[in-house]
């Protein structure tokens, strides 16, 4: 099978450099990228099972991998969910999957959102984490835009093993993630 270039860039020249930057001795204890989960909500559209299915399958496409639906825990009167109702779906991706997501990810859909001006630095949480949101699925080239019949959104996290924020950031960024400069964070 076919290395992932994000894969490749990562154990070329980002842990080298996090080693250097971080003063890590262990090649072990260098910051990884350990999962990404892909969620997706369908509260809204619970009604139109039609829009529910497509943006299901949509989800499957892009990840390539089957989904997990995910139910109501409780019951919320004014969300009009019971519990046990399917008001999502998630995918957890790992090894080979996860990478060439990410480089498409990178790569593919994120400059071909409209209006981007990078990822704020404040979606790389205090563990080291990034959760992002993707507005149009359309941005993926899986999809074909044509045959598109509801645009949705859906979230994705990068779950990795850096010990705080700066070991993120610092992983994120020598992957290839468009981090926003610090000037853009300080006027908004």
């Not at 990562?10 to 990404?36: C, D, H, M, T």
């Not at 700066?166 to 006027?187: D, T, V």
């Amino acid at each position: 099978m076919k290395i992932s270039p994000i894969k490749k860039v990562y154990s070329e020249k980002a842990v080298p450099a996090l080693k250097k930057e971080f003063g890590i001795q262990n090649l072990l204890a260098v910051p990884r990228v350990g999962k990404v989960v892909v969620n997706v909500g369908t509260g809204k559209i619970l009604k139109d099972s039609k829009r529910v299915e497509e943006a299901l399958a949509d989800l499957e496409i892009i990840t390539g991998q089957k989904i997990l639906k995910t139910k109501a825990r409780k019951a919320i009167a004014n969300f009009k969910t019971r519990t046990g109702l399917e008001i999502g779906a998630r995918v957890t991706l790992h090894g080979e999957r996860m990478w060439n997501f990410l480089d498409r990810l990178i790569n593919v859909a994120l400059p071909r959102t409209r209006d981007f001006q990078g990822i704020p630095r404040s979606a790389v949480d205090q563990s080291g984490n990034c959760n992002l949101g993707i507005k149009e699925h359309v941005v993926f080239p899986e999809i074909i835009p044509e045959k598109v019949q509801h645009i949705f959104s859906f979230q994705v996290n990068i779950v990795t093993t850096a010990k705080n924020q700066q070991q993120g950031e610092a992983l994120f960024r020598l992957l290839g993630l468009p981090l926003q400069p610090e000037e853009i964070k300080k006027k908004k």
